[in-house]
C-alpha cells in the first residue's frame, strides 16, 4: 500500500495523471439576460477599464484613444430543452429563473428511471432538442446505507447510460448535453461529516461523462 501510494504521488516520469481537477477557482460571471449579452457587456467593462489611465500618471503616459467597442452579439432565439429532472425540484428551479423568451418548447420527464433506451429515443423524438438536461444526479439516496447509496447509483448509472445511447444513435437528438450533480468533488470534511456517505452517489458520472464526450464529438 505504501508503495501505490508513492507511485501515485511520483506519477509516471515525473508526471501525474489524475483524472478530476485537483482545485475548482471560483469564476463569478454576470446572470444571462433576455438579450444573451450579459457575457458581452462584462468583457466591454473589462476591455474599457484596461484603457482607462489613472489622472496620477497624466504627465508619465500618453492618453490612449477611445476603447473599442464590441460588435452588439446576435439576438438570441427561443430554445427548445428536454430535461430529465431530478426528484428534488432543482432543476426547475433553475429553469424558471431563466430569463423570459429565452425558452421556447420545455419538457420536464420525472420517470426517469423507469425509462429504458427506446422510452428515451422517443422523447427525443427524430427532430431533437436544443438542449437535454440529465438532472438525475442531484439526487440523494434514501439513506446514508452502503445499501442505499450503492441502489441509487445503480439505477442512475443504467439511466444515465440509456441517455446516451439514445442521444449518440440520433445525430439530431440535441446540440447541448447537460449533465447536472452535486457535492462529488467536496473536500470540506465538515460537509462530509454532515451529509454523509451519499454525497458520492453520481460521482461515476464525471467518468461516464469523459468517455461521452468522445463518442459524441459533435455535441
Not at 185 to 198: Q, S, T
Request: hydrophobic residues 40%.
Amino acid at each position: 500500500a505504501t508503495a501505490a501510494a508513492a507511485a501515485l504521488e511520483t506519477g509516471h516520469n515525473g508526471q501525474v495523471q489524475m483524472c478530476f481537477p485537483v482545485e475548482w477557482y471560483r469564476e463569478d460571471l454576470p446572470l444571462e439576460n433576455k438579450a444573451g449579452n450579459a457575457i458581452d457587456g462584462l468583457v466591454q467593462q473589462l476591455v474599457n477599464k484596461s484603457m482607462t489611465v489613472p489622472r496620477t500618471f497624466d504627465n508619465f503616459v500618453k492618453a490612449k484613444e477611445g476603447p473599442p467597442e464590441l460588435p452588439p452579439p446576435a439576438q438570441a432565439t427561443k430554445q427548445s430543452v428536454l430535461i430529465f429532472s431530478d426528484n428534488q425540484g432543482f432543476c426547475k428551479s433553475i429553469i424558471d429563473a431563466a430569463p423570459d423568451g429565452r425558452f421556447g418548447t420545455k419538457k420536464f420527464v420525472d420517470n426517469t428511471y423507469d425509462l429504458v433506451q427506446d422510452d428515451m429515443a422517443a422523447l427525443i423524438g427524430p427532430k431533437g432538442w436544443d438542449i437535454i438536461i440529465f438532472a438525475c444526479g442531484l439526487d440523494p439516496p434514501a439513506s446514508n446505507s452502503v445499501a442505499d447509496v450503492l441502489d441509487q447509483n445503480t439505477r442512475l448509472l443504467k439511466a444515465f447510460f440509456h441517455m446516451c445511447k439514445a442521444v449518440q444513435k440520433n445525430d439530431k437528438s440535441t446540440k447541448q448535453f447537460v449533465v447536472l450533480s452535486r457535492g462529488v468533488f467536496e473536500e470540506d470534511p465538515k460537509v462530509h461529516k454532515k451529509v454523509g456517505l451519499g454525497i458520492t452517489v453520481a460521482s461515476s458520472l464525471y467518468g461516464m461523462c469523459n468517455t461521452a464526450r468522445q463518442e459524441m464529438e459533435e455535441t
